[in-house]
């Protein structure tokens, strides 16, 4: 039993910079922008080679339409992707490459936009804001993906760096309270690769805290590390093996405090940086394309 007088140990302080170091992916993978022009050519081709239907609004906000891509089979499962970018940069246009690989395991694909941070078309713009935007796309996909060939009952929820925060939240979402018409489980499960799970450490990273200008309450409502555990639904989390001591650590947090039966797979692969770590999503036979297919048909 613990002495009354015994207290916890006090967090590691550490300094600006040293979050700075941990956080900041495109000082880390020096040939960042390399994959962003892989990335934009790849969507470029996917988007003139595939059937797609572009920009469909899913509500009257900034940013709030998506893509989709359906699948060759009706009645297929869904899989709504939300692009990374810290929450304030890239777009869905960048990310149309991982479709035809989704497609490939019968999925019908969604690719999702949101307003960034800290401002967009003149309107300021907040973590929460997005979280909230997510919400309306994910149940337009319910209310609407049938119409495209897609089957309501079986969305899954992907995403990546921000992206992968955001389809967590999504999974912990109270649906009923977004919508009393949706259903409780609208989503029963979501992998998130490299994402970010306690945004307090990004609240200390300048380099970032610039753009977000997060306070303690937007930390406390967007950190899906400080809710509680999740029901009867699925997250599968991963992260390059090559990534900083901070990103591995938030990948393995967000199994710590949901536990390993909402967690089941929570894994770093080897030879992977923040970015490469999305491309493997995309070749066949990969540990992350497996995991993807598995998770689809769950």
């Known amino acids: 039993m613990t002495s009354p007088t015994a207290t916890a140990p006090k967090p590691r302080v550490h300094s600006t910079a040293w979050y700075d170091s941990m956080y900041n992916n495109r000082a880390l993978v020096p040939d960042f922008a390399d994959h962003f022009a ?3 050519s790849a969507s470029q081709a996917v988007r003139s080679q595939v059937a797609c239907t572009l920009d469909v609004a899913y509500g009257d906000g900034v940013n709030e339409t998506l893509d ?18 810290y ?9 149309s490459f991982v479709a035809p690989a989704l497609q490939a395991m019968g999925a019908c ?4 936009n949101y307003a960034l941070c800290p401002s967009t078309q003149g309107q300021t713009v907040t973590v929460p804001d997005i979280a909230l935007q997510m919400t309306r796309a994910v149940a337009w996909t319910y209310q609407h993906i049938a119409a495209h060939g897609g089957d309501p009952q ?16 999504l999974l912990a979402t109270d649906w009923k309270k977004v919508n009393p018409t949706l259903p409780v489980h609208l989503s029963r499960k979501a992998i998130s690769i490299s994402g970010l799970y ?11 805290q610039a753009s977000l200008h997060l306070t303690p309450k937007q930390v406390r409502q967007a950190s899906p590390a400080q809710w509680a555990s999740p029901r009867q639904r699925t997250l599968y ?14 990948n393995q947090l967000i199994q710590q405090r ?3 039966r909402t967690v089941p797979v929570c894994e770093a692969l080897p030879d992977c940086n923040h970015f490469s770590v999305l491309t493997e999503l995309t070749r066949s036979g990969s540990r992350l394309n497996d995991l993807m297919r598995q998770l689809i048909v769950l």
Request: charge should be positive.
């Open 109 to 112: 694909v969604v690719i999702v």
């Open 258 to 260: 949901w536990g390993s």
């Open 38 to 40: 892989r990335w934009q």
């Open 198 to 208: 306690d945004l307090e450490p990004i609240r200390k990273a300048p380099f970032i």
């Open 237 to 250: 989390t991963l992260a390059g093996a090559q990534e900083s001591a901070e990103f591995l650590r938030q």
């Open 68 to 85: 989709i891509f359906p699948a060759a089979l009706p009645n297929a499962p869904v899989v709504v992707f939300i692009h990374g970018g």
């Open 87 to 95: 929450w304030r940069s890239l777009d869905k246009s960048d990310h």
């Open 154 to 169: 079986r969305i899954t929820l992907a995403g990546h760096s921000a992206g992968g925060h955001l389809a967590a939240m």
